[in-house]
């Protein structure tokens, strides 16, 4: 996890750089240090990725979530599936693509079958009683991406959390008519950093957006992880878990400020 400096406030207004970087310690190393190492201490055996990368672009169109469904029926949580298994055999995919021995067609094909298993597991998770609504938050491809599944399972994950996440048609549009407190990207590889910039930097220049938090996620943050403090975010976060606590705490900071 890279968080980087809060962007500077008029000259009227305290510096909150420092009030940031306090709260951001202090999440993780209160919480997210503690339940990350508890979530994986006793991790069971989830499945195998690479078959259910096999069985997504198989000939069977059911094969995927046949697997996912297989694996909750002998005890898999649908957390880890979500979180774990679904993204390595969506990495799987894409290995094949970067090796030839899969075309554009096939990832297609293969990363919309993972998807539909996501959404049955996401139907698990959601939460059905009635709650307050939590903070707005709105969950986006870096421009130029096209691949949907990252930001399904992120907008899935966080409203199971108590966010009233959304997935994002046109961000800018959506920033300039709604007060969302967090905006979360996602990004597989270089070729999309400069426009990525560029949409961080026009989320930054919409009414409410110098107090919007935004979130980095997809493959490319495990590369490079100082991506957020390259590009004007604030933090890039590769695990799941993590990106909920921090994206709370932030929001929560802010907010009081």
């Not at 991406?145 to 966010?163: D, K």
């Not at 949409?199 to 957020?228: E, K, S, T």
């Amino acid at each position: 996890m890279q968080a980087i400096d809060v962007l500077e406030r008029p000259p009227a207004a305290p510096p909150r750089a420092p009030d940031i970087r306090r709260s951001l310690l202090q999440i993780v190393r209160g919480e997210i240090l503690p339940r990350l190492l508890t979530a994986h201490s006793g991790r069971r055996d989830e499945g195998d990725p690479g078959r259910l990368a096999s069985l997504a672009i198989g000939p069977e169109r059911e094969g995927a979530r046949d697997y996912i469904a297989y694996l909750r029926r002998r005890g898999g949580s649908a957390e880890t599936l979500l979180l774990d298994t679904l993204p390595l055999a969506a990495r799987r995919l894409g290995a094949l693509w970067e090796r030839d021995s899969l075309d554009f067609v096939g990832v297609t094909e293969g990363l919309g079958r993972l998807s539909a298993a996501a959404r049955d597991l996401l139907d698990e998770l959601t939460p059905t009683a009635a709650a307050p609504p939590g903070p707005r938050a709105l969950f986006a491809l870096a421009p130029g991406e096209t691949h949907r599944l990252g930001v399904e399972i992120a907008q899935g994950m966080f409203r199971a959390a108590g966010f009233a996440a959304e997935i994002a048609d046109d961000f800018e549009a959506q920033l300039a008519q709604t007060p969302y407190a967090l905006l979360g990207f996602s990004i597989s590889c270089d070729r999309y950093v400069e426009p990525l910039r560029h949409a961080v930097r026009a989320a930054r220049a919409a009414p409410r957006g110098r107090d919007l938090v935004i979130l980095l996620g997809g493959p490319l943050v495990a590369r490079q992880p100082d991506l957020a403090q390259k590009i004007g975010a604030d933090a890039a976060i590769c695990d799941m878990r993590a990106a909920i606590l921090l994206a709370r705490g932030l929001v929560e900071s802010r907010i009081n400020m």
